[in-house]
């Protein structure tokens, strides 16, 4: 007779050791520890997407394209937060003078300081603020801000500059704000 066919001085049938239910216990954990470490991003961000941080209504699907113009190739670190169709997206990139060309808010072989299409942006005392909702690396001042003037751009842009002249930081830390109509 097994462990578990074994009766007890009165009859009755013991039950299965301790060792049995504390292995199977474990068992159960290591299972659902690795089920939500399977799906773990989809559980932690909104729409499954990693992008996504908290607080977001609408995801944005695909390459995101602030003003209809997409983000640089070499974007990275790529965070986003949407709220009542207007987006917010935050990424780093090293491509951002040919971005700004791109997107119309600085004409091809104009300089990219020319304060008729950007001015210094006053960052926070820190340099560690970000808009609200907003998950994911702070930009390091100081800043500069770009607006889309023209039909059709409807983004700003905060980009991350080097402290002393009028050069980008490579790669750039780069929020950019934008209606992408639901």
Same mark, same amino acid.
């Given at each position: 007779?097994?462990?578990?066919?074994?009766?007890?001085? /009165? =009859? $009755?049938?013991?039950?299965?050791?301790?060792?049995? &239910?504390?292995?199977?216990? *474990?068992?159960?954990?290591?299972?659902? !520890? !690795?089920?939500?470490?399977?799906?773990?991003?989809?559980?932690?961000?909104?729409?499954?997407? %990693?992008?996504?941080?908290?607080?977001?209504?609408?995801?944005? %699907?695909?390459?995101?394209?602030?003003?209809? &113009?997409?983000?640089?190739?070499? *974007?990275?670190?790529?965070?986003?937060?949407?709220?009542?169709?207007?987006?917010? &997206?935050? #990424?780093?990139? =090293?491509?951002?003078?040919?971005?700004?060309?791109?997107? !119309?808010? &600085?004409?091809?072989? @104009?300089?990219? #300081?020319? @304060?008729?299409?950007?001015?210094?942006?006053?960052?926070?005392?820190?340099?560690? @603020?970000?808009?609200?909702?907003?998950?994911?690396? /702070?930009? $390091?001042?100081?800043?500069?801000?770009?607006?889309?003037?023209?039909?059709?751009?409807?983004?700003?842009?905060?980009?991350? $500059?080097?402290?002393? !002249? %009028? %050069?980008?930081?490579?790669? +750039?830390?780069?929020? +950019?704000?934008?209606?992408?109509?639901?």
């Amino acid at each position: 007779m097994g462990d578990a066919d074994r009766e007890d001085s /009165t =009859g $009755r049938r013991r039950l299965p050791g301790a060792a049995v &239910v504390v292995a199977g216990l *474990a068992f159960l954990g290591v299972m659902a !520890g !690795g089920l939500f470490w399977l799906f773990h991003d989809e559980l932690s961000h909104p729409f499954g997407d %990693t992008r996504a941080c908290e607080g977001s209504d609408s995801a944005l %699907t695909g390459k995101i394209s602030p003003g209809g &113009v997409p983000i640089p190739a070499d *974007a990275t670190d790529v965070h986003y937060i949407t709220q009542d169709g207007f987006a917010e &997206v935050s #990424f780093l990139s =090293g491509q951002m003078s040919d971005y700004l060309h791109r997107a !119309g808010l &600085v004409p091809e072989g @104009e300089p990219l #300081f020319d @304060e008729n299409y950007g001015s210094a942006y006053a960052w926070g005392e820190g340099g560690d @603020e970000m808009p609200d909702g907003l998950c994911g690396p /702070t930009l $390091r001042g100081p800043v500069w801000s770009y607006h889309g003037t023209g039909s059709g751009t409807g983004v700003s842009i905060l980009i991350e $500059r080097i402290p002393a !002249g %009028t %050069t980008l930081r490579a790669p +750039a830390r780069v929020i +950019a704000s934008f209606d992408f109509g639901e």
